[in-house]
């Protein structure tokens, strides 16, 4: 019930700031079926590929920034967790009295936590902050940061652009949900700021190597 109750209300605010267009997005892109099944896909995966390998990615080749990054990560999940307790949010595809089209469910979509039997294993109302969001904004601004080919960063830039596009025609999160992904990608930032005295790109590119001790003394006998 609070989920639902959060929905109407983030569907009014929407409307209100003249940005509730998901509908139209979302029945725009599901009448080319090849386009919706290829974004669930989308949906359904490349949220945990992506991650862990621009993850697996910093740890070989910038292991000094790997650690800071990672905490970025992890902090600004540990905030959205809190923020699926606090703030139950249903996706415009579960609203009730809307006109959304649930593209996993009309296409039989594999392998997303919000169809068939994994939809009983997963949080259906934890739509807000969207982690797609949170997530793909981090990849993004890390492969843009530290990536040296041109079309590696290009790349860094057009991925969180196209999850938004994808989260929002695929009926699974508001506009708003989108924006409380990079706030609490900005709240960990901000940790790991605090943690490491620097933002995680500015930090070395390899571990600065330990002060050898010093020798020890000579000691000569008691005397």
């Known amino acids: 019930g609070a989920a639902l109750r959060n929905t109407d209300w983030i569907w009014r605010a929407e ?11 979302n029945h725009a892109v599901n009448s080319a079926t ?22 697996v990615w910093l740890y070989r080749s910038h292991p000094g920034r790997y650690a800071a ?10 905030v959205a967790l809190a923020g699926y307790y606090l703030y ?16 996993v469910a009309a296409h039989r979509t594999w392998g997303s936590m919000a169809s068939g039997d994994l939809k009983h294993m997963s949080n259906q109302y934890a739509a807000m902050p969207s982690m797609h969001i949170g997530w793909s904004v981090w990849c993004g601004l890390t492969v843009f940061a530290l990536a040296r080919l041109p079309w590696v960063r290009v790349l860094g830039v057009l991925y969180p652009m196209a999850t938004l596009v994808v989260i929002v025609a695929t ?16 709240f ?19 571990v600065p190597p330990r002060r050898a001790d010093p020798p020890p003394l000579p000691t000569g006998p008691r005397t």
Do not use: K, Q
């Open 15 to 25: 409307h209100t700031l003249g940005i509730a267009v998901e509908e139209s997005v």
């Open 34 to 55: 090849w386009l919706i099944v290829g974004m669930n896909y989308y949906y359904a995966t490349l949220h945990f590929i992506v991650t862990l390998t621009v993850l």
């Open 69 to 78: 990054a990672r905490l970025v990560l992890f902090a600004t999940t540990a």
């Open 88 to 103: 139950p949010l249903a996706p415009p595809r579960l609203m009730p009295g809307a006109d959304f089209v649930d593209t």
């Open 171 to 186: 009926a699974n999160h508001f506009w708003l949900d989108a924006v409380g992904g990079v706030l609490c990608l900005a």
């Open 188 to 206: 960990g930032f901000a940790v790991a700021r605090l943690w490491y005295g620097a933002l995680p790109y500015s930090l070395p590119r390899r």
